[in-house]
């Protein structure tokens, strides 16, 4: 079945976008393209874990797991942030979960006690072991690269730097300085949805005006999206939108000055492969990280952040602060009707995917990627 499935998706894959329709619904639905996917996707590429602002200090920490291999994301004595396996070399429990500061990490199991660079430094009763050695045994680092502020690893050892990757998205984003807003929400989620559903609804405005009714729809202009002229790029899509110079949100402040022109009240909407994408206004971002679970669940990192220069201009700060989660909140909860709801139709008999809107046009970019890393 996935043969013909990926030979479909590589045909539409070709076509231009004026002749493209959605993925194939298989593509959703079997567990073939899943296995695919963390073979030739999660486990190769570069994936977001969240910000670097979220472990400012010598031992902070969180967790995460990248497909089914359990990561420990954390700053070390030198400032530097790194990733480290989170399983223990004895009998391989998971060390810790959430998120904290810690000098070590002990397994919960035997308390084996590994330091901020996953070298073992403690484990009782191995002194009768004759093939123990205490030195030689130091937990599996991942590769692990800071890009404006977010932080990526990669299970795959020869992967491109993420900077060479995303140098072209470096100019378009690098003027916002998002790597100093100040983090405000950073939450984890499991939505009842295939990944790729969210990730195609996050990166098109399309829906915007009538599945955001409530919220972003009416302060987002449709004619107004733009497509970078230079086409796709291998590693991200973006676009781009405008809002009113005098609108209340999505413009810079006036203590801004990094962003000029048109840039003042632009926002940038990348989103990086396979599945981290996010919203970049000159006073706010906000993002989702993703990962599959099972095809019909989505494991959510989800976060926002605000320019430094709007929180300290607040006379109130804690309203403010309690509103824009609020706000944000529901937009998440706008998505999260629909893209649960795709799903359900995905999954019905007589569902069929239509064809693409210029205004979906990262959507058959994203297309491509996917045929590219499951169909050649």
Known sequence: ??????????????????????MPKEIYTSNEILELEQEQIFSKEWICVGRETEIPKVGDFFTFQLGNQPIIILRDRE??????SNVCLHRMMQIVEGKGNKKT???????????????????????????????????PQIKCEIFLGWIYVSLNENI?????????????????????????????HVWNTNW??????????????????????????VLDTEFDDRGAFDGFTYQTFTKNEDALVGTAHHRNNSLTGKWRHTSVLPTIFPSHMYSL????????????NGT???????????APEVLEDQDD???????????????????????????????????????????????????????????N
Request: aromatic share 12%; charged share 25%.
């Open 79 to 84: 400032q530097k942030v790194k990733a480290i």
């Open 281 to 292: 206004a000159p006073d706010h971002l906000w993002y989702l990280s993703l990962q599959p």
């Open 296 to 306: 019909d669940k989505v494991n959510i990192k989800f976060g926002a952040a605000i």
């Open 160 to 188: 491109q730097s993420v900077s060479d990757t995303l140098s072209n998205l470096y100019e378009v984003v690098s003027p916002y300085r998002m790597e100093n807003y100040i983090d405000i929400i950073s939450e984890e």
């Open 196 to 221: 790729k559903i969210l990730t195609e609804n996050f990166m098109e405005g399309y829906h915007l005006p009538v599945a955001h009714q409530g919220t972003v729809g009416p302060y987002f202009n």
């Open 1 to 22: 079945m996935s043969k013909t499935v990926l030979d479909d998706l590589k045909n539409l894959a070709a076509k231009t976008l004026s002749h493209a329709s959605a």
């Open 317 to 375: 700060p804690e309203q403010f602060l309690d509103e824009t989660r609020k706000f944000l909140h529901h937009v998440q909860e706008e998505d999260r009707f629909v893209v649960e709801g795709i799903y359900k139709g995905v999954c019905s008999p007589l569902s069929n995917p239509g064809p693409l809107s210029w205004l979906e046009r990262e959507n058959h970019e994203f297309t491509q990627y996917i045929a590219k890393k499951l169909a």
């Open 105 to 139: 990490f002990t397994c919960p199991y035997h308390a084996w006690t590994y330091n901020l660079d996953g070298n073992l430094v403690m484990a009782k009763f191995m002194d009768r072991t004759e093939c123990f050695d205490k030195k030689s045994l130091k937990l």
